[in-house]
């Protein structure tokens, strides 16, 4: 039986990291190859055929468009050489590359993000545990249906919704709505949950996608005891065509923040209700009435992957009125 093509395109992050001490906490990400990473993994040999692309080496903290942009480029130019692809790449941004994927990259190849929260040399370290998993999970053909997955602490879930819930933690992903969709076990994988893509994707294909000009600037405007709007002004007077609102509560805007959010909204800009909670959705009809404000309710995305969708929707259409961002918003 000929085994599956599996491409491994990595990014860097803690998986790619050492450190000095296999006890310590201190380490660099980034600083192993992809050769390296695989070369890591027993027994990968036997569930795939594993090539590996390297398309950056970077701390999480330090991911970018541009990079995006490489990846989903990478993978349609690739697509019709392997039958799944598996990025690596640092837990602490993943929820954003996943979803900027997931809404980007066509469907009918499986596609699956794993990362690691402890660095290659310490001790258990977590990284080739993940791969495997995560080489498995692009290998089987029901993957594709799911859209962009994340495989980690063997258990997998959609990019949609995906959250980092805890600093240091190997269990540090959650979801903001429901659970994992699925696991793996042995070099099996499972699902529990039936595939939930949402209609019309991709948003934009890696044709639409300009490394030199990147993506529409977008901000997340973070919320405080007795914030006023300092932060939103000055983003609006350099240029951001969106804005997101990490609310309180259910999307809640302060009274200090609310004048000018209500000006961005005036002047044309896209401003968008998120939550700093962790889980749960922002509600429509909640204690803001977005219509009146010019607003659009984020509803069950974090502030991270609502400036994902925010940005590749004004870069589809630049003037898009309230209401066409409102219906994008509610499908997802």
């Given at each position: 039986m000929t085994l599956p093509r599996i491409e491994v395109l990595t990014t860097g992050g803690t998986i790619a990291g050492t450190g000095d001490s296999a006890s310590g906490s201190a380490y660099h990400s980034g600083e192993l190859s992809g050769e390296?990473?695989?070369?890591?993994?027993?027994?990968?040999?036997?569930?795939?055929?594993?090539?590996?692309?390297?398309?950056?080496n970077i701390p999480s903290q330090d991911m970018n468009e541009t990079?995006?942009?490489?990846?989903?480029?990478?993978?349609?130019?690739?697509?019709d050489r392997f039958d799944?692809?598996?990025?690596?790449?640092?837990?602490?941004t993943m929820e954003e590359t996943s979803f900027f994927l997931d809404l980007v990259l066509k469907p009918g190849r499986p596609v699956v993000l794993t990362g690691a929260m402890l660095p290659s040399t310490a001790i258990s370290a977590d990284g080739p545990r993940n791969i495997f998993?995560?080489?498995?999970?692009?290998a089987c053909p029901a993957s594709a249906a799911y859209g962009v997955l994340v495989a980690m602490n063997s258990e997998l879930y959609a990019a949609r919704g995906l959250l980092k819930s805890h600093t240091t933690s190997v269990a540090t992903f959650r979801a903001r709505i429901?659970?994992?969709?699925?696991?793996t076990q042995n070099g099996e994988v499972y699902f529990a949950a039936a595939p939930a893509r949402v209609p019309g994707l991709p948003l934009a294909s890696s044709a639409d996608l300009d490394e030199s000009k990147g993506l529409p600037r977008v901000a997340v405007i973070a919320t405080w005891a007795g914030v006023d709007g300092v932060a939103l002004d000055a983003c609006a007077q350099a240029g951001c065509r969106g804005i997101v609102i990490e609310g309180m509560g259910d999307g809640n805007v302060p009274s200090g923040l609310m004048h000018?959010?209500?000006?961005?909204?005036?002047?044309?800009?896209?401003?968008?209700?998120?939550?700093?909670?962790?889980?749960?959705?922002?509600?429509?009809?909640?204690?803001i009435d977005d219509a009146q404000h010019g607003f659009v309710c984020g509803g069950s995305l974090s502030p991270?992957?609502?400036?994902?969708?925010?940005?590749?929707?004004?870069?589809?259409?630049?003037?898009a009125s309230r209401e066409s961002l409102q219906a994008l918003f509610a499908r997802f």
């Amino acid at each position: 039986m000929t085994l599956p093509r599996i491409e491994v395109l990595t990014t860097g992050g803690t998986i790619a990291g050492t450190g000095d001490s296999a006890s310590g906490s201190a380490y660099h990400s980034g600083e192993l190859s992809g050769e390296q990473l695989l070369a890591s993994v027993p027994d990968l040999g036997r569930v795939a055929q594993v090539s590996v692309r390297q398309i950056a080496n970077i701390p999480s903290q330090d991911m970018n468009e541009t990079v995006w942009i490489r990846l989903a480029r990478a993978i349609d130019e690739d697509r019709d050489r392997f039958d799944g692809f598996v990025v690596t790449h640092g837990t602490d941004t993943m929820e954003e590359t996943s979803f900027f994927l997931d809404l980007v990259l066509k469907p009918g190849r499986p596609v699956v993000l794993t990362g690691a929260m402890l660095p290659s040399t310490a001790i258990s370290a977590d990284g080739p545990r993940n791969i495997f998993n995560a080489v498995c999970t692009a290998a089987c053909p029901a993957s594709a249906a799911y859209g962009v997955l994340v495989a980690m602490n063997s258990e997998l879930y959609a990019a949609r919704g995906l959250l980092k819930s805890h600093t240091t933690s190997v269990a540090t992903f959650r979801a903001r709505i429901t659970g994992p969709v699925g696991w793996t076990q042995n070099g099996e994988v499972y699902f529990a949950a039936a595939p939930a893509r949402v209609p019309g994707l991709p948003l934009a294909s890696s044709a639409d996608l300009d490394e030199s000009k990147g993506l529409p600037r977008v901000a997340v405007i973070a919320t405080w005891a007795g914030v006023d709007g300092v932060a939103l002004d000055a983003c609006a007077q350099a240029g951001c065509r969106g804005i997101v609102i990490e609310g309180m509560g259910d999307g809640n805007v302060p009274s200090g923040l609310m004048h000018a959010a209500d000006a961005a909204a005036s002047e044309g800009i896209a401003v968008v209700r998120a939550s700093r909670s962790p889980f749960g959705a922002v509600l429509a009809a909640g204690e803001i009435d977005d219509a009146q404000h010019g607003f659009v309710c984020g509803g069950s995305l974090s502030p991270a992957q609502a400036r994902v969708l925010l940005q590749l929707a004004l870069l589809a259409r630049p003037d898009a009125s309230r209401e066409s961002l409102q219906a994008l918003f509610a499908r997802f």
